[in-house]
């Protein structure tokens, strides 16, 4: 089997001087299951109280644009905070160089002490490091406060959150658009509006399995039990208030 990148000494060179590339995948499943299980919610609720399938399409639909923007947007400010937080330790460490150089170094030197380095080693570590001060303040960075220095795209985050949940959150309600056009039984539109949700979760996973290396089918699995389990969930909490207010 074939090593997933080639180790000498030029390409160890070439792949190391790239850019990192964020992946967006979390987002995608984020945005993917979150648009299910809200509108497989609307599909219980209402078409659970015998309304047309009119009223599920138009409630699906506005729970689609509506929910999925404020994800997007929560996701866009969410990263963007993290960005945010990034760029204040930043000018934090660089004030802290400025004001106070040797203690700064201190800390480089308690850093690399913890990883094994000393004596002449250690001094010359440090020497090193402190020589740069981009370096300087990435170390600490990532070293004293545990940050990663590669930041993702907001706006890629949050349109990936956005476009996942509407495009796979749309599947539970492919069965009620159809019944729009032709006149189906409740029971049918139902039964197939499950089947495409359960089918959401499943193949959710199992394109997340390209990426994570597992199974494909193990993949799937968990998140058709994971999701299973929230919409189940769903239907519980409409079914019990349709009880309540009924």
Known sequence: MPLEHDHDPASIAKRLSG????????????????????????????????????VVVVLGMANLLGDGFS???????????????????????????????????????????AKGFDGEVLERVVEVITSDENQWIN?????????????PSALKAALTTF????????????????????????LWTYSVSLVLTAFAF????????????????????????LGGIAALLAFLVSWFLRGVIS
């Open 202 to 225: 499943f193949f959710v996973g199992a394109a997340k399995s390209v990426f994570v290396e597992q199974k494909w089918y193990w993949s799937g699995l968990e998140t058709l039990l």
């Open 71 to 113: 994800m997007a947007a929560s996701n866009f400010l969410g990263t963007r905070t993290d960005q945010q937080l990034l760029e204040k330790a930043r000018a934090m460490e660089a004030r802290h160089i400025k004001l106070v150089p040797e203690g700064e170094r201190e800390e480089i030197r308690q850093i690399f002490a």
């Open 163 to 186: 476009f996942a949940f509407f495009i796979v959150g749309l599947l539970p309600l492919i069965a009620f658009m159809f019944g729009l056009v032709v006149p189906t039984e409740s």
């Open 19 to 54: 850019t990192s590339k964020h992946s967006y995948l979390r987002d995608f499943v984020y945005g993917a299951i979150d648009g299910t299980v809200t509108t497989f919610a609307v599909v219980t609720s209402v078409a659970g109280a015998g309304l047309p399938p009119q």
């Open 139 to 151: 170390t600490m960075l990532v070293d004293e406060l545990g940050m990663s220095l590669e930041s």
